[in-house]
């Protein structure tokens, strides 16, 4: 029996619905990449390998040098640290409804020999990093041993957001390091807005009227 009330029932019965927490997989081929990236659905492969530096790209396109790479990735003039020279990073900008977070897989390999520049007494670690709204911190720091795990954001505020994840080669432009990323995903939390509760209690009201005055 389709009555307004009816309609009204379905409505909000959807509208609860969408108040659960929602995930949604990102298709990581329609991020912006810089540099040597290869890309599928699900999975990425960055690396730090430029042709400049007489090493062979992946993905055929050169990993970018750091004076490229940060105007493109960080408006405003911040660095992705004094020590790092060229790499290749993979952007997003997306926009949440509600409060939420993003997460993915890594995992970070390197053909560097040496953690130490024996002459310098630097360390040749290369280096992976994110980005959010231009403020930088490092993902993992690559060791002579291939690493993984799972990276899950802060808390980010409802509105539009800009991501980055990157590999960057460290105090020095060889030694290629390999940056994996896959099941890219953004969840938005389930906690309705205070306005959301009004509506509710609102339509409530609403039915509860109608149906009154249906069954005298
Ligand atoms: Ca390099
Ligand atoms: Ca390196």
Do not use: C, K
């Amino acid at each position: 029996m389709r009555t307004p009330a009816f309609s009204l029932i379905v409505g909000m019965a959807l509208g609860l619905t969408g108040l659960a927490a929602h995930a949604q997989s990102v298709n990581l081929t329609t991020l912006t990449a810089y540099g040597d990236v290869s890309a599928n659905t699900t999975s990425a492969s960055l690396t730090t390998a430029a042709i400049e530096s007489g090493e062979t790209p992946s993905s055929g396109s050169s990993a970018w040098f750091y004076t490229e790479l940060e105007p493109a990735l960080l408006p405003g003039g911040t660095t992705l640290g004094a020590d790092t020279f060229e790499g290749s990073a993979l952007a997003y900008e997306f926009t949440l409804s509600a409060p939420g977070t993003l997460s993915f897989n890594w995992s970070l390999s390197t053909a560097e020999t040496l953690e130490t520049d024996p002459a310098s007494g630097l360390s040749l670690l290369d280096r992976s990093f994110v980005s959010f709204d231009g403020a930088v911190s490092t993902l993992a720091t690559a060791s002579l041993t291939p690493q993984n795990g799972s990276y899950l954001s802060g808390v980010l505020g409802a509105g539009t957001h800009r991501f980055s994840v990157g590999v960057m080669d460290v105090n020095d432009v060889l030694g290629v390091s390999t940056l994996g990323v896959s099941n890219l995903s953004v969840s938005v939390s389930a906690v309705p807005e205070p306005e959301t509760y009004a509506l509710l209690i609102g339509g409530l009201a609403v039915i509860g009227a109608r149906l009154r005055r249906r069954n005298p």
